[in-house]
């Protein structure tokens, strides 16, 4: 028997990195998260807020840009999973390039394109027979799976690539319900504190990241140029729909290519020092 769908809206973020890459990005995001591991390779970012409750944007809409965020930031894929009493669905975010998702009514019902869980299965890197197989699956009709039952039915399939939510933390609870399990297990309380505190966050994430060339000469001028220029238009858009989650991935744009260039300038002023001294 299909499990009653959620009337309250609600999502979960997934990003396929370990939380130390995630936490400085979702610092920028200026929401209130509770962070934790899910699973090797993976972290899970629970909302403390209900932003799409208080805005304009639906719960779909500002998951994407907050996945959009999240992929920009860390430079991994992020995968959103969000529901509500009508509709359910997940949103992947995959670098520069367009998002891809799917829709399911609340009985289960496929109102998505079948080549979208192509799409995602190739960016995620999962297995083009078997995979693929199982989630063509989910775009079929199948009176005894709602909508919740096909996002876990998802979540199966990602298991294969080391996805493992913590106890409890299932899509189709209600928000408030998933942050008290979270906090629960001890997930970790990510807040925005600031732009000094954010930028030091980033650096700290560079010096210790495996960004080699990227951090420090031509090619970090040209990739924190290319960062400014995406990031500025992309934020004032945001702005101007009142889209949170698309603000927060212009600003992280504009942020990672204002502290590259910075960053980049900071180490060639102090090995003039070190020269002349």
């Known amino acids: 028997m299909p499990v009653a769908p959620a009337v309250t809206p609600g999502a979960l973020l997934l990003c396929r990195a370990e939380p130390a890459v995630v936490r400085p990005v979702a610092h920028l995001l200026r929401e209130p998260m509770l962070l934790a591991p899910a699973g090797e390779g993976w972290s899970l970012l629970v909302p403390s807020a209900k932003p799409w409750l208080a805005g304009d944007d639906p719960v779909d809409q500002v998951l994407a840009g907050w996945a959009g965020a999240l992929t920009v930031g860390a430079g991994r894929p992020a995968l959103a999973l969000w529901w509500d009493g009508s509709r359910a669905g997940y949103t992947l975010a995959s670098g520069f390039r367009r998002t891809v998702g799917y829709v399911w009514l609340a009985d289960g019902t496929p109102v998505g394109e079948s080549e979208a869980m192509r799409t995602f299965a190739a960016r995620l890197g999962l297995d083009p027979v078997r995979d693929v197989e199982t989630l063509d699956g989910l775009t079929r009709p199948d009176p005894a799976a709602d909508a919740r039952a096909r996002l876990l039915g998802l979540l199966a399939v990602l298991a294969r690539t080391g996805v493992a939510l913590p106890v409890g933390l299932t899509p189709g609870e209600r928000t408030d319900r998933l942050r008290s399990v979270a906090e629960a297990q001890g997930a970790e309380t990510v807040e925005w504190s600031g732009w000094r505190d954010a930028v030091r966050a980033e650096l700290d994430a560079v010096e210790d990241g495996p960004a080699g060339p990227w951090v420090r000469g031509p090619k970090a001028r040209l990739l924190?140029?290319?960062?400014?220029?995406?990031?500025?238009?992309?934020?004032?858009?945001?702005?101007?729909?009142?889209?949170?989650?698309?603000?927060?991935?212009?600003?992280?744009?504009?942020?990672?290519?204002?502290?590259?260039?910075?960053?980049?300038?900071?180490?060639?002023v102090s090995h003039g020092w070190r020269v002349c001294g």
Do not use: N
Not at 227 to 244: H, K
């Open 224 to 268: 924190g140029g290319a960062q400014l220029a995406a990031g500025l238009p992309l934020a004032l858009w945001g702005l101007a729909r009142r889209s949170g989650g698309w603000t927060a991935a212009g600003t992280i744009l504009v942020a990672h290519g204002a502290l590259g260039l910075a960053y980049d300038r900071m180490r060639d």
